[in-house]
């Protein structure tokens, strides 16, 4: 099945705010967040972003939020400026600003250091247990 759902990702609120969760799929072998491609960046190390500043503006980071729970291959890291990112097999993951629409692979492969995260199938068969969007270092 193309757009096989392979996570269910369920949100467990501690307060009375309530998380709102998000899913990773496996569409056509590559790791997608809300159809959006996720990608690892091999200058990173293990659990720590190496993608800062205009570099995290390219490829913003794919947030979690403050108290998300990881299991499986998944982790939360902390980046430089303190903020939470999801990691999956120790490797941080983004999306690519020029994505424009679901399922977009347009950064695959770019400047021979950027690669789609393989599908779940390949990495775990676990996800996290609440899920952030887009990471912005505006102030909105």
Known sequence: MKNKLLFAVLATAFTANVALAQSVADMDGVLTSAGRTLYTFDKDEANKSNCNG???TAWPPFA???GARASGNFSVITRDDGTKQW?????PLYFFAADAQPGDVKGDGKNG???VAPGA???SSAAP????G????SSN
């Open 54 to 56: 205009a570099c995290a």
């Open 64 to 66: 979690a939020k403050e």
């Open 87 to 91: 990691a999956i097999n120790d490797k």
């Open 113 to 115: 250091v950027w690669h």
């Open 121 to 123: 199938a390949k990495t």
């Open 129 to 132: 247990a609440a899920m952030g």
């Open 134 to 137: 887009y990471y912005s270092n």
